[in-house]
């Protein structure tokens, strides 16, 4: 299984600052077809998970564009800039390239 | 507009089987995918398994000789089955849409306890 290692796991953080959360897998996610399946999402407390950032660094539709998503191969990084409370919360990467789709064990974002 | 909503049992009794629905609406089982996903109490996610729009399945393989996923496309529905539950398998359970997992229902909650 491919194992995705999501730093840090807490993460502390200024309203109107700037964050960053890496994910590193064990091996390329690279897929044949050329694309790269690494997919950001964040649960905000009580609720379920929400797609953010697909296929590295495409945003999801509504997703404001303080969040970017950049990467390749085995090392990506979501960032997040100007901070607002509603973005306070647990992140998760996924890579769907490989079976089976394994998760980033999570990072979550709190006030500091 | 895209939803999915889960159903079932609240209370499994160890040993014995859970079953969930995953009720959909907003798109066709028959060109989507749907996957369910499961998180244990203050945990992270896992995923469980996928049915997909040609009605193939994949399961996660430390799950597989337990599990079974399926569908009923005249009804809008994908079910999962799980045998031989454990407390371990006391979880939020999720059905998810795509790949991409963009679209999730709001989960259900399954506790594994006598």
């Known amino acids: 299984d491919v194992l995705m290692t999501q730093t840090p796991v807490s993460l502390p953080v200024s309203l109107g600052g700037q964050v960053s959360i890496s994910c590193r897998s064990s091996?390329?996610?690279?897929?044949?077809?050329?694309?790269?399946?690494l997919h950001w999402y964040l649960q905000k407390p009580g609720q379920s998970p929400q797609l953010l950032i697909y296929?590295?660094?495409n945003r999801f539709s509504g997703v404001p564009d303080r969040f970017s998503g950049s990467g390749s191969g085995t090392d990506f990084t979501l960032k997040i800039s100007r901070v607002e409370p509603e973005d306070l919360g647990v992140y998760y990467c996924?890579?769907?390239?490989?079976?089976?789709?394994?998760f980033g064990s999570g990072t979550k974002l709190e006030i500091k | 507009q895209v939803q999915l909503k889960e159903s079932g049992p609240g209370l499994v009794q160890p040993s014995q089987t859970l079953s969930l629905t995953c009720t959909v609406s907003?798109?066709?089982?028959?060109?989507?995918?749907v996957h369910w996903v499961r998180q244990p109490p203050g945990k992270g996610l896992e995923w469980v398994g996928a049915?997909?729009?040609?009605?193939?399945?994949d399961y996660n393989s430390a799950l597989k000789s337990r599990l079974s996923i399926s569908r009923d496309t005249s009804k809008s529905q994908v079910f999962l089955k799980m045998n031989s539950l454990q407390t371990e398998d006391t979880a939020i359970y999720f059905c998810?849409?795509?790949?991409?997992?963009?679209?999730w229902g709001q989960g259900v909650m399954v506790t594994v306890s006598s």
């Open positions: 296929r590295v660094s």
């Open positions: 996924l890579q769907s390239t490989h079976f089976p789709l394994t």
């Open positions: 049915i997909w729009s040609g009605g193939s399945t």
């Open positions: 998810t849409r795509r790949l991409l997992f963009d679209y």
């Open positions: 091996q390329s996610l690279v897929h044949s077809d050329g694309n790269t399946y």
């Open positions: 907003g798109f066709s089982l028959t060109s989507n995918s």
